[in-house]
């Protein structure tokens, strides 16, 4: 591998503010009230909040996300910018990323190994792309663009595959590792999303963890998924809905003991439970890191 | 027997995008798998529509889950959002659920989808400053009369020829439809959508010269015809309490002396 992999602190926020391998929970609107009440402040080692929700500049949910700020450390995750856009980033959604990252000055910034826009329309999904060496430019080129605005690493996560696309010539990891080597980026691995891929794409997951450059790994995401798919493919689809599931808490446990703990995120999106639900199973994920 | 070769990334990108939001009859068949391209053509659609489903609860309680599911898949496929932050998705719905034929007997829906959009801008407008009333006293009444000033960018007036401020109002609580039953239809209404405090989204019914004097400011009128137009719509109509009760709302900017 390159040199240019970089020590896991490099990635774990500025190198004056050491980010802490803890476990946190995604920040979704309806625990807001919750996290901002002042004499019962739940209990997490931080959150993480989407990047896009707060690109109003102003208003309300960008005044609470302030007000938090100073209680939890937050990370801001994109979910939009599309990096792997052939066309390019939309250089008004990086100023708006951009604005918001120096106003939080979080620990972590991440996004996807995924592209989202082609002309005018936006997908709204994080759709796949062909692993070969033009897109390796084509994203290496777009993360470089980040990081020079953004002027620190990001992490880059591993999507949930679901489409096989024939003519890819890169392993998935292979591509992240060089992706690495090239742009200095981190990775934030999806524990979820490699255990979706694996068992919808035969992605081998030993193979995956054996060629990924470990030491830029500067998150895990944690999430449910469920069963979907047509009856004669079915496939494991990434939902965001229910609690971590065995399966994942498994790999999630290799992944920690394999390559040391890191600041893990529990995600849930649809059919948002109590927050407590959300807590408990970061509490789980913390449990597997204290014994790391 | 030649290999194919395989499509730039740009190409590649162009006829997957095709395959999504319901188009797919007319694309060309790029070779995909179907199941994987069918779970990203319905996280697509399906996350889009949540969205819209979202914004506008109470027009989807108005016409139900199945009505507003083929509304909402039709503007979603006729009208994507182009940027990736969907807080400004969903501002041309109300126009759409005016124009479309199906809720063609249900003129008030569309100036309730105009309430629950306002709504929307008011919680991500800017911060702004309001009206300061201590400048508006201080202007000499001369100046005054050709002052113009403007609504905040926080608020919205809505004028409908329907009750739509009662309709919205009976649609607050899910369990109870609060006098639905004696809503006279043919009644119109004018509501002021405004951000009043830091985390406050107001939602009021406006009388008559209040409307009129907001409806003539968002014209960019003078204040002086603006205060003659609310004049001519209520008889008796108090400016001076009008002012302090709208700036308390915030429902105009900071004046520019």
């Known amino acids: ?292 | 027997m030649t290999v194919p070769r395989p499509p730039s990334l740009r190409a590649f990108q162009q006829g997957l995008a095709m395959r999504l939001l319901g188009r797919d009859e007319e694309a060309a068949d790029i070779g995909l798998d179907a199941a994987g391209l069918a779970v990203h053509a319905n996280n697509v659609s399906a996350s889009l529509q949540t969205a819209i489903e979202t914004a506008f609860p109470v027009v989807l309680q108005l016409v139900g889950k199945s009505f507003f599911a083929a509304l909402a898949e039709r503007f979603v496929r006729d009208q994507p959002p182009c940027r990736g932050w969907l807080s400004a998705y969903g501002s041309e719905f109300p126009d759409y659920v005016a124009a479309y034929p199906p809720a063609a007997g249900l003129g008030y829906l569309a100036d309730v989808a105009r309430i629950e959009w306002a709504r929307i801008r008011a919680a991500n407008a800017q911060d702004a400053l309001g009206l300061d009333l201590q400048t508006l006293a201080t202007t000499p009444p001369d100046r005054l009369e050709g002052l113009r000033l403007d609504l905040h960018p926080a608020a919205s007036l809505i004028r409908s020829a329907f009750p739509v401020f009662d309709i919205w109002q009976a649609h607050q609580r899910a369990d109870r439809k609060d006098g639905l039953a004696s809503i006279d239809l043919a009644a119109g209404q004018e509501v002021l959508v405004t951000r009043s405090g830091p985390s406050e989204i107001s939602t009021v019914a406006l009388e008559a010269g209040d409307a009129a004097l907001l409806a003539a400011i968002d014209e960019r009128a003078t204040f002086g015809d603006a205060s003659q137009a609310a004049a001519d719509a209520e008889a008796e109509y108090d400016l001076a309490a009008a002012l302090p009760r709208l700036a308390e709302l915030r429902a105009l900017a900071r004046a520019i002396a």
């Open chain 1, 1 to 292: 591998m390159s040199m240019a992999v970089r020590a896991y602190g490099g990635y774990a926020g500025s190198p004056h503010r050491p980010f802490e391998a803890l476990a946190g929970v995604g920040l979704r609107a309806p625990h807001y009230e919750r996290f901002l009440d002042l004499d019962r402040p739940p209990a997490t080692g931080w959150l993480e909040a989407h990047a896009e929700n707060y690109f109003d500049r102003g208003g309300v949910r960008h005044r609470m996300l302030l007000e938090l700020a100073e209680r939890y450390p937050i990370s801001i995750h994109g979910v939009a910018l599309s990096l792997g856009s052939a066309e390019g980033l939309d250089a008004d959604h990086l100023d708006r990323l951009a604005a918001l990252v120096a106003e939080i000055a979080p620990p972590l910034v991440s996004e996807h190994l995924a592209w989202s826009r082609m002309g005018d329309i936006y997908y709204n999904d994080l759709l796949p792309l062909p692993l070969t060496e033009e897109s390796l430019d084509i994203v290496s080129a777009n993360i470089d663009r980040v990081q020079a605005r953004l002027n620190r690493p990001i992490l880059v996560e591993n999507p949930s595959g679901y489409l096989p696309i024939g003519f890819s010539t890169l392993e998935e990891a292979e591509f992240l590792a060089r992706l690495v080597a090239r742009t200095g980026c981190g990775l934030l691995l999806d524990v979820n999303n490699l255990f979706i891929s694996a068992a919808n794409l035969n992605v081998n997951v030993e193979a995956w963890l054996a060629a990924i450059p470990s030491t830029a790994i500067g998150e895990i995401h944690l999430a449910g998924h469920a069963l979907g798919g047509p009856a004669d493919r079915p496939m494991l689809i990434d939902t965001h809905g229910a609690p971590v599931s065995h399966g994942v808490w498994s790999l999630y446990e290799t992944v920690i003991r394999r390559f040391g703990p890191r600041p893990t995120l529990v995600e849930w999106d649809s059919d948002l439970p109590p927050l407590e639900t959300l807590l408990e199973q970061a509490t789980l994920a913390q449990a597997i890191l204290d014994r790391a």
